[in-house]
């Protein structure tokens, strides 16, 4: 019996028994809700308390198979080259050599493609799982997420080349239509050469803003890779993410890194890099001319292309992107002193003039460093000799040979 029910105090004589037991009663209900009440709560922290054991199971079996994983020795991942029958697969292990491996049951041999990618045991080499047709990391480095700003606004002095790569890069894009009607094939790819700095990126650029279309940046080098077939690899899944996110351009700069003609020479990194264009040369051939993917080059270099790169139905359209002359100069230094509070006396033709034989990323450069120049003598505008000045300080670090490629490099 509670404390409470035994201090109830005992019926005194003469008081009336009904009024006793009501009281006794009252009390008794009072004490039965308290306790029930107090069950409710033990009942809500026996839910919280299972709640919480579940949770921290959880955890411990989360832990305890994170150890594992840890314990676990790496994988190593192969490339499946051919497949023999149901049980046995011929791999190619990313560090180069190529084996026969047993496939265990767990894995459905219908994913079991060339070229699929796989993880292999470290020590009998078996298969252990498919991986998913995931790109590489690097492919995906390639895509250029913000689509570029540069407008054909832009670029100056170089309106026929402009004219040229709407047509065989932005129509069939936009109105794949006009070729089919007239019956022709557009270009499928389209190469940009010149010497540096003269704004091969910048047209590229300004296509893919025109079209809106994905935008895949890659330079030559990026796909000379150290270990065999790997550049293919990349090549290939290059091209398989454009067609995916398509439509889109794709652009290999400096393609003289891998499409430099084929030589005698037999060094497994000459192999690697024909392997490679090779592969370039594949994809290629392998999708239509009016497909949404449009492929452009640039290179300073086309005396070195393999020819086979600039056969018709591969870069069959081939733009020459030279110097600027002093029209051109003067719409490129137009262009990039459009925002700059020049001195109303400047005659930008004279500029023109006097910038002989420099190329568009040298020309931002000398209005940048004017702009310099009239910052640190505290003027309010550029003034003609703020502008002659950097001509005369470019000059002179180039005779020095301080300032070759910087200014591409500074400002690209
Ligand atoms: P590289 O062969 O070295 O890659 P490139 O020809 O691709 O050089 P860009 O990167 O396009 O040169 O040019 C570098 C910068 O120079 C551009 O960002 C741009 O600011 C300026 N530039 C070059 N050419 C022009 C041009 N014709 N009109 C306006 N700006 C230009």
Redesign the pocket.
Known sequence: MSDSLKNFPEPQKGEDLYRYLLERVTTLEDRNTEIREQLRQLEADKRYLETQKVRYEREVRKLKSEIEQMKSPPLVIGTVTDVIDASRVIVRSSAGPRFLVGLSQNIDVEQMKPGARCTLNQQSLAIVEILPSNFDAQVYGMEVVDAPMERYD?????ERQVLEIQESVELPLKKPELFKRIGIEPPKGVLLY?P????????AKAVAHETEAHFLRVVGSELVQKYIGEGARLVRELFELAKKKSPSIIFI??IDAIGASRTESNTSGDREVHRTLMQLLAEMDGFGNRGDVRIIG?T?RIDILDRALLRPGRFDRIIE?PL?DVE?RLS?LK??TGGMHLDPSIDLREIAQKTEGR???D??AITMEAGMFAIRSDHETVTRDDLLNAIEKFSGELERGTFSGTA?AM??
Do not use: V
């Open positions: 832009d670029i100056g002095g170089l010149g540096p700095g003269t704004g091969k990126t910048l047209l700069d400096e640039a300073n992107i600027p051109g490129i262009i990039h190329n568009g990323a020309l931002r591409g400002f690209a």
